[in-house]
Every structure is written in C-alpha cells, then in structure tokens.
C-alpha cells in the first residue's frame, strides 16, 4: 500500500522556517536525488527535456511528459507535473493538453515534497517514483487505449465546460483520433518546433 513520504504541508515556508535550511546543501540534496530521477525515468523510456522534464513517445504518437517543479519562493520543496502531448496536432507551442499535477492522480490534492536536507530529499524522491511507478505508469498506459484517451478527454471537456472554458477544447484532438488522415507531415512539424531529441523522433 503506498504512503505518502517527505512532503511538506503546502508549498512555502515561513521566513522563520527557512532561516534553518542550508540553501546550497539543500539545492545540492535535489541535484543529487534527481540524478536517481535521471536513471529512473531513463529505464523507463523516458528521455531528459530541458531542466527537470522527461519525455516519453507511445505508440499513438502522443507525448508523455513528467516535469519537475520546484517552489519559486525558495521554500525547498517541489511538486511533478505530468502531461499528455499529442504530435498529431498543430500547436503554436509546447502545450500541455492533458494535465495535471501527481498529487492530484494519488489523493485529488496538489502535493509538494521535501528537499531541504540530504535524508529528506532522499526520502522524497524516493517517495515520487513509488508514485510514478503505482499511479503514473498505469495511467499512461491506459492512454494509450484510444478508448480510454477518448473517455479522458471527453471527462476533462466537460469540467472546463462546468468552470465556463472552451467546450470545444479538446475537439481537434477527438476528431484527430477518429480521423484516417495521414499526420506525418504535422508529426513532423511539431519534432521541429519543440526540438525534441532525436530518441523521440
């Protein structure tokens, strides 16, 4: 059963709090855990994004992207994105069409972890690919399904819809996988524009 380790209540600290926190050991503690990151994600199939982002290609040409995030405020503690991209659909920029934060996936809450000395940052990154491999990996293997990319999208529509966003948001997507066309030349286009690396292409 997984449990949430390392995290911290919120997302900042106090001035009080940060007073306490060696700053460069601190940000040498992430540099190093992230390492294992590194050669975590890699196994897996991902490839290294620009800073602390991962990407990996499925087979429906569909971009999955794990992106570390830290605090802006110094507070030492960090969160993970994650994204669906797909290739197959024009973008003017890196956009991330399904997202999400990997809290949400594991309790509905956004969540930040820990990294303020070397045993907590351990016991955070440690924590964060436990989640990645019981709640992450699966559901992007379950996108992979068209059925289940089709459901997901229609789902996430219908919330942008209830907050008074575009209904029509994903439409481009949904008509894309329903569609025959030949997308090579979009597919393309996009490799380009977002400089991936050539593991991707």
């Known amino acids: 059963m997984f449990e949430l380790k390392g995290t911290w209540d919120g997302a900042l600290r106090s001035e009080e709090e940060l ?5 460069e050991k601190a940000d040498e503690a992430f540099k190093t855990q992230k390492k294992k990151m590194d050669d975590f994600l ?5 490839v290294k994004y620009k800073t602390g982002s ?7 040409d569909i971009l999955e992207f794990i992106g570390l995030q830290k605090d802006h405020f110094g507070s030492k503690t960090f969160t ?3 994204a669906l991209i797909p290739l197959y659909t024009p973008h003017d920029f890196f956009y991330y069409d399904l997202t999400d934060r990997l809290g949400k996936l594991i309790r509905n809450r956004d969540t930040w972890w820990d990294y303020a000395d070397d045993e907590i940052a351990e016991i955070s990154f440690r924590n964060v690919m436990d989640a990645i491999e019981i709640f992450l990996l699966p559901w992007f293997e379950k996108m992979e399904s068209g059925e289940s990319l089709k459901e997901e999208l229609l789902r996430k529509n219908k919330i942008r819809e209830s907050y008074g966003g575009d209904a029509e948001h994903y439409c481009y997507w949904l008509d894309a996988l329903d569609s025959e066309e030949d997308f090579t030349e979009i597919i393309n286009q ?10 991707l292409q």
């Open 80 to 82: 993970v994105n994650y």
């Open 54 to 60: 991962y990407l990996r290609r499925n087979k429906l």
């Open 42 to 46: 890699c196994k897996k199939g991902f």
């Open 19 to 23: 007073e306490l926190i060696d700053k």
């Open 190 to 199: 996009n490799i380009r524009k977002f400089k991936l690396p050539k593991q």
